[in-house]
């Protein structure tokens, strides 16, 4: 055993939607065995797999040196979440579509994770996630997080909400809409970028506002300071169902009665990235960017 590598604990997450992903998580677990690597499993995988010592992801979080997440950026998506406050590093091996976050192709994971593993080639990357909280009377009632994006809206389909928004304590604007995208620069190029939202860079301490659907064509995408605190406040006439949805995976009913509070999480992703990583080679190839004119 090498005790000089950089991980030696190391967890394999991730839900997959195919038998051919759960190959993926089998040949992993296969491949660091031989290495001698101490392998912890998600509970869910370890169960389908009949593999031992299956492990909650707050024992993975406490235990593991790093964690493989086997899936697209949905999964990705999921597991940062959930295991940002432990400052654990996240690698991805793609088996979704688009693949932002997931950085590893499977028909090249092994000799990537070797040059991670054993060579130590890698970079680790912070990116920051969001807190949205519900508040009523001063009193929060319900919180969540988000990676890539916050999204304030009516439950139901185009259904316009009327709404005002403070930065830092001070009124900013007031809009008609079907809601709004709060996005970190990792979500940029999600549901912002759909909406017409402008891409921010990894690196850059900001989040972007982007009215969804919005009834003045003077409204556009606002970029503010990473360390903003955003609040919401509703007007009384708008119709129930309104929520708040993190990265689109958690859905927190409110009231028109109640404040909607987001700003920068204390938790920060650990991402971990080939040492040969470019952020505008992964856009570029994601967004056909890469053919050249001249």
């Known amino acids: 055993m090498n005790r000089n590598r950089p991980f030696q604990t190391i967890a394999i997450v991730g839900k997959p939607r195919h038998d051919i992903a759960l190959e993926t998580h089998l040949a992993v677990y296969n491949w660091l065995k031989e290495r001698q690597y101490n392998v912890l499993v998600e509970k869910n995988i370890a169960q389908q797999l009949s593999l031992p010592n299956p492990m909650s992801l707050q024992e993975i979080g406490e235990w593991a040196d790093l964690v493989i997440v086997i899936g697209g950026d949905g999964n990705m998506l999921g597991m940062a979440r959930q295991l940002a406050k432990y400052q654990v590093p996240l690698i991805g091996i793609n088996r979704g579509n688009l693949g932002f976050l997931t950085d590893i192709a499977p028909q090249s994971a092994f000799e990537q994770l070797h040059s991670c593993l054993e060579r130590g080639e890698f970079i680790i990357e912070e990116r920051f996630l969001l807190d949205a909280?519900?508040?009523?009377?001063?009193?929060?009632i319900e919180a969540n997080n988000?990676?890539?994006?916050?999204?304030?809206?009516?439950?139901?389909?185009?259904?316009?909400?009327?709404?005002?928004?403070?930065?830092?304590?001070?009124?900013?604007?007031?809009?008609?809409?079907?809601?709004?995208?709060?996005?970190?620069?990792?979500?940029?190029?999600?549901?912002?970028?759909?909406?017409?939202?402008?891409?921010?860079?990894?690196?850059?301490?900001?989040?972007?506002?982007?009215?969804?659907?919005?009834?003045?064509?003077?409204?556009?995408?606002?970029?503010?300071?990473?360390?903003?605190?955003?609040?919401?406040?509703?007007?009384?006439?708008?119709?129930?169902?309104?929520?708040?949805?993190?990265?689109?995976?958690?859905?927190?009913?409110?009231?028109?009665?109640?404040?909607?509070?987001?700003?920068?999480?204390?938790?920060?992703?650990?991402?971990?990235?080939?040492?040969?990583?470019?952020?505008?080679?992964?856009?570029?190839?994601?967004?056909?960017?890469?053919?050249?004119?001249?």
């Open 133 to 140: 909280k519900i508040e009523q009377n001063g009193k929060i």
């Open 146 to 294: 988000a990676l890539n994006e916050v999204v304030i809206h009516s439950s139901q389909i185009a259904r316009t909400i009327d709404f005002e928004v403070s930065i830092d304590g001070k009124f900013a604007f007031s809009q008609r809409s079907d809601g709004l995208i709060i996005s970190t620069p990792t979500g940029s190029t999600a549901y912002s970028l759909s909406a017409g939202g402008p891409i921010l860079t990894p690196n850059l301490n900001a989040i972007a506002l982007v009215p969804m659907s919005p009834h003045s064509l003077s409204s556009r995408p606002l970029v503010v300071d990473g360390d903003s605190i955003i609040s919401l406040r509703f007007a009384q006439y708008n119709q129930p169902n309104l929520v708040v949805s993190c990265d689109s995976q958690r859905l927190l009913p409110f009231s028109a009665d109640e404040r909607v509070i987001v700003q920068k999480s204390t938790d920060k992703l650990k991402l971990l990235h080939l040492k040969d990583y470019n952020y505008f080679n992964v856009l570029g190839s994601k967004l056909g960017w890469l053919s050249k004119l001249f």
